[in-house]
């Protein structure tokens, strides 16, 4: 920890960085929605992250690695919510004594000074389990050492604090924003499914770039934009930056290098065949501009009709996957949603045959499904949710 007047306090030197921070293997945590734990780890596992010992825990996935590792997780993963490095771990009955280890932490090497500090904390089994308290009392001394924002536009610095039978586990967030923000969409959306939960259900589906790809009620595209990117091999957090990008130790020259390494790795856009339509003209209209701003135009054709007059023949070459998000608050209103429920089904028995298909709807919409499926639990903005996943058998 640096004090008013040492010669430190203008920021760490480099040879500490290196020795204590940028050198040494550190444990992450990233953290997902409930469910998406074993796909994220499977991501992990997979090249260009390649993580050994990804383990799924309460919440997330754990890891190790060096920084550049961490850089590669935040670019590359498309289910973790946000990606934390821990730095200390130690017991505490007071808070006399939770200020005394808070100030052992030489945060002036992690985060960067004169941040806008904040304290999120969870306790369970503490003596301490006032979280608010103990919050309020750690973004004081974090705030006194690393000193006062000079200005609103200050970095942000996020602090996660977990407690349990009193011990302690402090991290940093080196995300910034979730990592659902994918920087791609700047178009408005009611209530858009989140770009984390759309990449789940894309892989429970099994989308491949080689078939094509239908999202009839594309909204504000996030299931294409999602897909696109996915086929192209562009990372998630291509578009967007990070809350690392602001620590002392971050290395730019590291950081271009792995997204040039990145670069490398796209796919042509002729490659990707993705059909997105809507009954409403004005999210074509948003949805076709932000594809023009990202390049994606060729990847992705749109087309204006209603799901139930569709026939997938007419614009795609063979099976492919078929992904759906109705509007629950329109079309598959609370008083009707199972019959129409039941009329979506049966469509796509009948007219998507040999087809994959995913269904996005509320708990309390799934009626009867006519083909083979599994289904999996999501909670989204509160509402409990069914993703149903198959294969439709081919016609006769």
Sequence with gaps: ???????????PSTRRIKRRVA??????????????EPLCRQELAAPPLSAVDAAVVAGGVTFSGRLADLYRANLHLRTANRILMRIAAFPAENFRELRRQMAKVDWDLFLPRQAKVQVRVHTRHCRLYHSDAVARRAEAHLQQTLGTPPAESAPV??????????RFVVSVD??????????????PAAAPLRETLAAAILMW??????????????????????????????PPGWHRRFAFEEWPAFRRRQWQ?????????????ETVRIFAGDRDPAALFSLRGCLRSLGLSRSVALF????????PQRMAAGPGLVVLNPPYGRRLKAAA???????LFSHLARAYCGWKASVVLPTEQIGRIPFPHKKRRLVHGGLKLIVVTGRIPPGR
């Design 174 to 187: 080196s995300s910034g924003e979730l990592l659902h923000r994918r920087g791609v969409k700047t178009h």
């Design 157 to 166: 610095a996020s602090v996660f604090v977990r407690g349990t039978n009193d």
């Design 205 to 234: 589906a099994g989308c491949d770039p080689a078939e094509p790809l239908l999202d009839p009620m594309c909204g504000s595209g996030t299931f294409a934009l999602e897909a696109a990117s996915m086929g192209l091999r562009i």
């Design 1 to 11: 920890m640096t004090a008013p007047g040492d010669p430190r306090a203008a920021g």
């Design 23 to 36: 050198a040494p293997t550190h444990e992450f945590f990233a953290a997902t929605a409930p469910g998406l």
């Design 304 to 311: 204006a009709g209603d799901f139930f007059d569709l026939r």
């Design 257 to 269: 290098h792995l997204r040039k390494e990145a670069e490398q790795g796209f796919a042509d856009p």
């Design 337 to 343: 949603g199972r019959a129409d429920a039941d009329a």
